[in-house]
T-cell receptor, first 113, second 114 residues
Framework: DTEVTQTPKHLVMGMTNKKSLKCEQH?????MYWYKQKAKKPPELMFV???????INESVPSRFSPECPNSSLLNLHLHALQPEDSALYLC????????????FGSGTRLTVV | AQSVTQLDSQVPVFEEAPVELRCNYS??????LFWYVQYPNQGLQLLLK??????LVKGINGFEAEFNKSQTSFHLRKPSVHISDTAEYFC????????????FGSGTKLNVKP
């Protein structure tokens, strides 16, 4: 298995809703990432987990809450989002060695109404 | 810190023509360099990477890139493009000892016309 699987592929939520994005990989990668990508822009790093511990938070608002329950799963809990949070949310994973690139999932297209 | 500049936001090209997508980086330390491709409504797929050794790197789908340390460039090339190569291409850099942070360029949209 060489994939990163993200669910759901599309999500529409109201500003008062609570929802979660899910990411799963079975490649034995010990680093997992959340990125946010707005239209026609490069991905922006949000969070990094190394060995299931949060190692980087790029000053992301608290309405985004990451969780890494085990080495294969990464969640992003969403609450009280704003319309400007609408974007493609990408999950990625990698080994922690020097010879690697990321493996990205296909993303969740989030629309906040 | 590192940064990446992709000089062209869009590159139109006819099918079967050669193409070069330009990427320049700045860094005070040695870096690893990557090219990713993103098809519409998809995640990013690794095309190729330069870690060390030969400066000419071959990747998937017939793409190659050349690392030029003196010019701090890592341009992506393909001798003959196909319609299916239409996508967004991102150059990225990572410091040798900063495992967790990639710096992406702003992207180049390759538009292959029939």
């Amino acid at each position: 298995d060489t994939e990163v699987t993200q669910t759901p592929k599309h999500l529409v939520m109201g500003m008062t809703n609570k929802k979660s994005l899910k990411c799963e990989q079975h490649m034995g990668h010990r680093a997992m990432y959340w990125y946010k990508q707005k239209a026609k822009k490069p991905p922006e790093l949000m969070f990094v987990y190394s060995y299931e511990k949060l190692s980087i938070n790029e000053s992301v608002p608290s309405r985004f809450s990451p969780e890494c329950p085990n080495s294969s799963l990464l969640n992003l809990h969403l609450h009280a989002l704003q319309p400007e949070d609408s974007a493609l949310y990408l999950c990625a994973s990698s080994t922690l060695g020097t010879d690697y690139g990321y493996t990205f999932g296909s993303g969740t297209r989030l629309t906040v109404v | 810190a590192q940064s990446v500049t992709q000089l062209d936001s869009q590159v139109p090209v006819f099918e079967e023509a050669p193409v070069e997508l330009r990427c320049n980086y700045s860094s005070s330390v040695s870096v690893y360099l990557f090219w990713y491709v993103q098809y519409p409504n998809q995640g990013l797929q690794l095309l190729l990477k330069y870690l060390s050794g030969s400066t000419l790197v071959k990747g998937i789908n017939g793409f190659e890139a050349e690392f030029n340390k003196s010019q701090t460039s890592f341009h992506l090339r393909k001798p003959s493009v196909h319609i299916s190569d239409t996508a967004e291409y991102f150059c990225a850099v990572r410091g040798l000892y900063n495992f967790n942070k990639f710096y992406f360029g702003s992207g180049t949209k390759l538009n292959v016309k029939p």
